[in-house]
């Protein structure tokens, strides 16, 4: 079993910066793989960014070269560097935990991008 937390949601200007945490516990954190998806009013959820176990990282064609994903085990915590924000970024960002079958999710937290 595991529990996700996040935090760092807000409201930012555009071209503003938000760092997202998701604080994990309850199982063997670095085990896992992590990933953060998003949520807009009307919209289906969609991966913003994955981290393996291992480090390997990908991202949706929408966030590259803007948002930054990492993991710190020793922590038990994966974040999301969000750089550059647009107004389409506003979304519910949610952590996500898989491995094998197993399936976890956060709560989320609001991220508005908003003059």
């Known amino acids: 079993q595991v529990q996700l937390v996040e935090s760092g949601g807000g409201l930012v200007q555009p071209g503003g910066s938000l760092r997202l945490s998701c604080a994990a516990s309850?199982?063997?954190?670095?085990?896992?793989?992590m990933g953060w998806y998003r949520q807009a009013p009307g919209k289906q959820r969609e991966l913003v960014a994955s981290?393996?176990?291992?480090?390997?990282?990908n991202y949706a064609d929408s966030v590259k070269g803007r948002f930054t994903i990492s993991r710190d085990n020793a922590k038990n915590t994966m974040y999301l560097q969000m750089n550059s924000l647009k107004p389409e970024d506003t979304a519910v960002y949610y952590c996500?935990?898989?491995?094998?079958?197993?399936?976890?999710w956060g709560q989320g937290t609001q991220v508005t991008v908003s003059s």
């Open positions: 981290i393996s176990s291992k480090g390997s990282t």
């Open positions: 996500n935990a898989y491995r094998f079958s197993l399936d976890y």
């Open positions: 309850g199982s063997i954190f670095s085990t896992y793989g």
